[in-house]
């Protein structure tokens, strides 16, 4: 059903992620009769422009983003509700310009009072819109009527500076109205970890630690940092990516089955593992964290490029890493014992995103011309992105008169069953949010276990620079290091070919 009355007011709307995700997000639901006849968007900028040209700008970039989803039917119905208000973010007037713009558009609109704010701009400014927003009574709700925020990342640098944002947040909001973004949370083949393990009942009896030997989270960019060096040179791939999107896979992966689908039974869970993550201290910094920074190198398709310290807005002696690896473990009875490896790199070999479950071997192979040195584990391979799919890997007989083991597959691909659905990824959370759910969103506690769990790492890094800067070449598999992560331990990533 379309989401209730309401108007979504973008901060930032002159921005990229407007453009990219946002616009084309609400396209794709209007496109699905998911928006109301009673909606409507005020977008907020400092640029000069007028509703038409707000309009026009976004058209172009819609049908650029959607490719061939792209009607011009849907989007005339979402065009004409597109609103645009030239406005300094951190001056009150604008807040009080906004109030009035509102209302006139409640009674224009029908959108009922019903506001959502998107804060599509740097973390430094979270502060400033809340604050605002509140002092002009814009984040006060009535029994008619509802107020919500969503926040982007980065949530913070740290520990500290989340606590102290969500303290911040507090002050204007309750915590139901605050909803902070993952946009890996908005993705079907992350929520289907969910689905694949609770809606089946095969899956669960194997997944624990009498089956599983260990996990691999891979997020592997072949990218580089292409525009963002000056926001990419202060964050570094640890921050950037382990405490919110790798963190969110291992929420999923190693929950427990939650009592209902309710949003704070989910959430419950998912702090429950975090909370189980053994905090490395300062000695297992040394040898479960492995931090990497690419130097010049040729990639796959053969292209030569720069180093991370030649990229537009890096410090050219940057100590800033492009990788990093993590062996994490949990202190639980279902995961004692099985090592969680993490590993996010720009400027790698592939673009993919996966995660590996590796069984234990068969206590004894008794067919004596199998090879067990060539037979691999069994393994399943959950394809986040892209071939999303699920795939298993079991060993299977060679025809022929021996009794010989192979490796097969069997591959299960989104796109065979349901197509592909056009997506940016942010249309199931703005959906939910309209809707008043949070389940996909990040209570202020998860953001702050995931920074709990890396603060050892951040410390430990800080406090040792590395000298060995850059230590991988561009368009290899990481650093040596990495590898050794899991080879000391008897073990190897996934290579996929
Ligand atoms: C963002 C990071 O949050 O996620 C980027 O800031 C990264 O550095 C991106 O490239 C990865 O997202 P996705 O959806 O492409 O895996």
């Known amino acids: 059903p379309p989401a209730p009355p309401n108007a979504m007011i973008i901060f930032g709307a002159a921005g990229d992620l407007t453009k990219r995700k946002l616009i084309p997000a609400l396209f794709h639901l209007c496109h699905g009769n998911l928006l109301p006849e009673t909606f409507a968007v005020v977008g907020l900028d400092r640029m000069e422009m007028d509703d038409a040209t707000f309009q026009s700008m976004m058209g172009e970039e819609v049908k650029r983003n959607v490719g061939n989803a792209w009607d011009a039917e849907t989007w005339s119905r979402l065009c004409e509700r597109l609103h645009y208000m030239t406005g300094n973010i951190t001056e009150e007037a604008t807040y009080i310009a906004l109030c009035e713009r509102l209302s006139g558009i409640d009674a224009e ?27 002009v009574g814009l984040t006060a709700e009535s029994e008619n009527d509802w107020r919500r925020v969503i926040i982007e990342k980065p949530f913070g640098i740290d520990l500290d500076s989340a606590k102290a944002l969500n303290r911040m947040l507090h002050e204007t909001l309750d915590e139901d109205q605050i909803y902070r973004i993952d946009h890996y949370l908005g993705k079907e083949t992350v929520q289907n970890i969910m689905v694949f393990r609770f809606s089946n009942g095969f899956i669960e009896p194997l997944w624990n630690r009498q089956h599983i ?31 919110n999107h790798l963190l969110v896979l291992l929420g999923f992966l190693g929950m427990e089955p939650p009592n209902s689908f309710d949003s704070q039974a989910v959430r419950d869970e998912i702090n429950k593992v975090l909370d189980a993550v053994h905090p490395l201290t300062p000695e297992q910094v040394l040898t479960n964290a492995v931090r990497g920074q690419y130097g010049e190198g040729v990639m796959p398709n053969g292209e030569k490029v720069p180093a991370y310290r030649s990229s537009p807005g890096v410090d050219p002696n940057s100590r800033t890493e492009t990788f990093a690896a993590l062996k994490l473990t949990m202190d639980n009875w279902r995961w004692a014992g099985v090592p969680f490896y993490l590993r996010t790199g720009k400027r790698l070999t592939a673009q993919y995103t996966e995660v590996v479950i590796q069984f234990k071997r068969a206590p004894k192979i008794m067919f004596k011309d199998a090879d067990t040195a060539q037979m691999n584990p069994d393994m399943l391979v959950l394809r986040i992105q892209p071939n999303e799919g699920i795939q298993m890997s079991f060993g299977a007989k060679i025809p022929g008169p021996r009794m010989r083991v192979g490796t097969v597959n069997m591959d299960f691909c989104y796109a065979d069953y349901f197509g592909n659905a056009p997506a940016t990824g942010y249309e199931t959370l703005i959906y939910d949010c309209m809707n008043g759910d949070a389940t996909l969103f990040k209570h202020a506690d998860t953001v702050e276990k995931g920074w709990e769990i890396v603060e050892s790492v951040q410390d430990v890094w800080a406090a040792m620079p590395p000298r060995d800067f850059p230590n991988y070449a561009a368009g290899t598999w990481g650093p040596a290091a990495a590898g050794d992560l899991l080879k000391n331990d008897g073990r190897l990533w996934r290579r996929i070919t």
């Open 109 to 135: 609109r029908g959108t009922d009072g019903n506001y959502l704010f998107y804060l599509a701009v740097p973390p430094s400014l979270f502060g400033d819109i809340t604050r605002l927003l509140g002092a």
């Open 213 to 243: 030997d260990h996990v691999q989270i891979t997020v592997a960019e072949s990218v580089g940092v292409e525009h963002r060096g000056p926001y990419y040179d202060t964050a570094g791939a640890l921050r950037d990516m382990i405490p």
